[in-house]
């Protein structure tokens, strides 16, 4: 049994909120300050095959432009998030929009997310914008609401699927691992833990 | 000023436990009045109650139940408070008596039970009674360093902070009630910054606010470069990220007694430094200058600390910079654990991934605040190159779990420490870690894997590896 792992990371802004409430199931009103890069893991089915998501939830300040851009690199999937209710993280969308296509490899799936639908009565961006300009650029778009959890799994395992397809296709190339994809044995962790005890004696074959 | 110091934490754990055994208290005050109330029974068995008896004459007590104030102070000592009771709840009349045997088993069992809880209940006493000796010691010796950084060392600065005496006195934390001073001295004021220019740089931000907030655009050319759009949004971040710094404190948010200290700071530094602004890690470093320093203090503090090499180089985000800061890391990741670098090499696992949170924020936003500002202490004493020795020191501290996990595992840990993490542990671990390679220092190395950098200059620099 091998798993899949796909890696997805998170850019722009209230993208804290929608990892944890996909990987936890809970919304934080007042959520940690991310710093850098911080991390969520989720195993979902698709196919009836099993995939291990690996999100990286990267800093939200345009600042930390120059350092996220490098971890555009090894992502097979992307959610740029924007904030329905703040018109001017809508505007910032096309810097990281071309960042994203400028350092990622070109069959990254990126999904465009209005988040806080739940905030109708404070809405500055409307839906059909959205649509438009994931249109535009050839994204996918929806809109969701940490806090209401409504279409956040949708979110993740939709942008999952694509990259699914995608690996189907044949358009990935699976064990190129700077293409966010990789497939490993099941229990990573336990084996590493019997492979440092037993002196790798039976580790050596899964892996590759 | 002091909001969290390892005396004020002993306190409120003091207070607590006072809390604790004034509601033990009323427990065992209600138990002893559900069996006081239940009389004994006529026919009750004789041997139970001659061993009620037999353990109230030992406990020279009268066979009414004593006030349960007076119960509890004397079970501190050496009474086991969870036993005696059973005796008076009696076998219920309706049943038939034990036989002898029985009875005198129960009786045994009975004994033993009262033994082991005693024991259980002197250790117990015995280990409140360290612990109190041990809070009073740590006390004293705090005491004790007041007076000594406050006499000895703090007047006579210039001579005595880099002796070997005063190295070892500040390796074991700074009192809180002299850290700041300390920290304002050893930090420096290179920059020459005075209260008055805080004062013009906060109303400048003042006016800043009140033009934005009314849509005027009067300073509009003073920066050329800056545009409104961008100040407004760095604005806006600053309000957002001052109700996500310290959250759990309550005291930097909107309507919290530091809120509007923590926004002067922000706002007076982004017109002091237009070219590096608000950068998010900032609020965290300013909240822990306030909490040992008045605003203007604090604000010549937060500048001169965020003008070091190593800060500049972060908060400018000087991505080449940021790099060979990692890489000189690395070096001596290596030297100090082999094993453990290579396990994050196979996974691989880059100093970025963990470094970035811990160099911005100081350790303020990983590590408990009492810890963080030892760490603190200790980077006022030996500069940048003890935050990368505090990395290596929780790397080692943790090992042993390290090497089990995955990748996940690792970049989820390291990103996000037991919040119960031990300071002695920590600092006995830090102790351990050299800072020496192949008999180079720390800055011999940085400068020449920063020489290395320039001369490869134009490669393209990336943070994955």
Redesign the interface.
Known sequence: HTHLYLFIYLFCVGKSCLLLQFTDKRFQP????T?????G?RMITIDGKQIKL?IWDT??????R??TR??Y??AAGALLVYDITRR?TFNHLTTWLEDARQHSNSNMVIMLIGNKSDLESRREVKKEEGEAFAREHGLIFMETSAKTASNVEEAFINTAKEIYEKIQEGVFDINN?ANGIKIGPQH??TN??HA?NQGGQQAGGGCC | MMAISPPLLFMDRNLLARKQSARLDKHSDLGWKLFGKAPLRENAQKDSKRIQKEYEDKAGRPSKPPSPKQNVRKNLDFEPLSTTALILEDRPANLPAKPAEEAQKHRQQYEEMVVQAKKRELKEAQRRKKQLEERCRVEESIGNAVLTWNNEILPNWETMWCSRKVRDLWWQGIPPSVRGKVWSLAIGNELNITHELFDICLARAKERWRSLSTGGSEVENEDAGFSA?DR??SL??IKL?I???F?NLCIFQQGGPYHDMLHSILGAYTCYRPDV?Y???M?FIAAVLILNLDTADAFIAFSNLLNKPCQMAFFR?D?GL?LTYFAAFEVFFEENLPKLFAHFKKN?LTP??????WI??LYS?SLPLDLACRIWDVFCRDGEEFLFRTALGILKLFEDIL???????M??FL??LPEDLPAEELFASIATIQMQSRNKKWAQVLTALQKDSREMEKGSP???H
Do not use: C, W
Request: no cysteine; proline share 1%; hydrophobic share 40%.
């Open positions: 007042v959520h940690d300050l710093i850098g890069v911080e991390f893991a690996q800093a939200g300040q345009e600042s930390f120059s350092i490098s971890y690199r090894g001017d691992e990573a962790a590493a833990t440092g | 759009a407004e949004a806006e971040l990220d109700s996500r710094t959250p602004g950068v998010q890690g609020s985000v991505h940021m691989n970025d991934i963990y470094l970035i949170d911005f924020t936003k090497t089990k996990m995955d990748f996940i595992h970049a989820q990103t996000r990336s943070l994955r």
